[in-house]
T-cell receptor, first 113, second 112 residues
Framework: DQQVKQNSPSLSVQEGRISILNCDYTNSMFDYFLWYKKYPAEGPTFLIS?????DKNEDGRFTVFLNKSAKHLSLHIVPSQPGDSAVYFCAASQIQGAQKLVFGQGTRLTINP | DVKVTQSSRYLVKRTGEKVFLECVQD?????MFWYRQDPGLGLRLIYFSYDVKMKEKGDIPEGYSVSREKKERFSLILESASTNQTSMYLCASSFQLAGQQYFGPGTRLTVT
């Protein structure tokens, strides 16, 4: 039972444009959501998070949007840069219920010059 | 800064060998995790530990065991390595069980 899904295995975007990565979840009890970025041969690094009490969180070029009614999370990167080429994982957990993170399958983002 | 280190970046072992992967964190985190990453399958949880000597199975524990004798160290053991255990192994730690996890650099294990 895949509780967190990233339905796009890959995404290709022109440099300077907006990249939008999507994530869907099935467990309505999730109250904390994160995005991680992973380069080849390295461990994932934390990018940005959002609590279920908010619907948007920004950090520089990165914005995460949460639509609780649709059980949908998205990461916007504006403008996209070549260094953003990586695999992006979304993850969700229940802080209130002390349930550990559940990860999506990942989306490989390629930024074309 | 949280630091999670893994004993090897690359490892090549033969089928049937016993393999130890070590992970050390320096932030006094209660929780530690072992994942494997395979193309198209994302991060799959093998085992996690929420305290010294405490462990719980994750989604794919078969063929693996773990040991946590000290708070900062979490070991993954492949009792008898098989070719289908060729993968990238990632260790992580966290302060809260449901909170942000900090990952090590990973160990690329090849079993021949």
């Amino acid at each position: 039972d895949q509780q967190v899904k990233q339905n796009s295995p890959s995404l290709s975007v022109q440099e300077g444009r907006i990249s939008i990565l999507n994530c869907d979840y099935t467990n309505s009890m999730f109250d904390y959501f994160l995005w991680y970025k992973k380069y080849p041969a390295e461990g994932p690094t934390f990018l940005i998070s959002i609590s279920s009490i908010k619907d948007k969180n920004e950090d520089g070029r990165f914005t995460v949007f949460l639509n609780k009614s649709a059980k949908h999370l998205s990461l916007h990167i504006v403008p996209s840069q070549p260094g953003d080429s990586a695999v992006y994982f979304c993850a969700a957990s229940q802080i209130q219920g002390a349930q550990k993170l559940v990860f999506g399958q990942g989306t490989r983002l390629t930024i074309n010059p | 800064d949280v630091k999670v280190t893994q004993s090897s970046r690359y490892l090549v072992k033969r089928t049937g060998e016993k393999v130890f992967l070590e992970c050390v964190q320096d932030m006094d985190h209660e929780n530690m995790f072992w994942y494997r990453q395979d193309p198209g399958l994302g991060l799959r949880l093998i085992y996690f530990s929420y305290d010294v000597k405490m462990k719980e199975k994750g989604d794919i524990p078969e063929g693996y065991s773990v040991s946590r004798e000290k708070k900062e160290r979490f070991s993954l053991i492949l009792e008898s390595a098989s070719t289908n255990q060729t993968s990238m192994y990632l260790c992580a730690s966290s302060f809260q069980l449901a909170g942000q996890q900090y990952f090590g650099p990973g160990t690329r294990l090849t079993v021949t």
